[in-house]
Nanobody, 124 residues
Framework: QVQLVESGGGLVQAGDSLRLSCAASGRTFAYYTMGWFRQAPGKEREFVAA????????YYTESVKGRFTISRDNAKNTVYLQMNSLKHEDTAVYYC?????????????????WGQGTQVTVSS
């Protein structure tokens, strides 16, 4: 069992940066692939990025490549999403998730654990 708590969201202007954090409880965090998803109003939850248990593999959806970076610190039980050059279309509630059934876990249905989400709003 693992509990996830996201933080770091907020209101920013287009072109700004934000870093989201997801703090996990439980001793097995270091064994889990972790993912970030987002959900905009009226839209389905979509995959953003994933990172393997060691941090050695990462995977991004096309729309954030070159702008977002996923990373993790297993000693702190935390996964991060550094978001640069934010665009209005990045506005969404961002969720972290743990333990997908396969790599890279692009489907939300694959994940066993979810956080409550953090709002990111990018003004244009």
């Amino acid at each position: 069992q693992v509990q996830l708590v996201e933080s770091g969201g907020g209101l920013v202007q287009a072109g700004d940066s934000l870093r989201l954090s997801c703090a996990a409880s439980g001793r097995t965090f270091a064994y889990y692939t972790m993912g970030w998803f987002r959900q905009a109003p009226g839209k389905e939850r979509e995959f953003v990025a994933a990172i393997s248990w060691s941090g050695g593999r990462t995977y991004y959806t096309e729309s954030v490549k070159g702008r977002f970076t996923i990373s993790r610190d297993n000693a702190k039980n935390t996964v991060y999403l550094q978001m640069n050059s934010l665009k209005h279309e990045d506005t969404a509630v961002y969720y972290c998730a743990a333990d997908p059934r396969s790599w890279p876990g692009e489907s939300s249905a694959e994940y066993s654990y979810w956080g409550q989400g953090t709002q990111v709003t990018v003004s244009s």
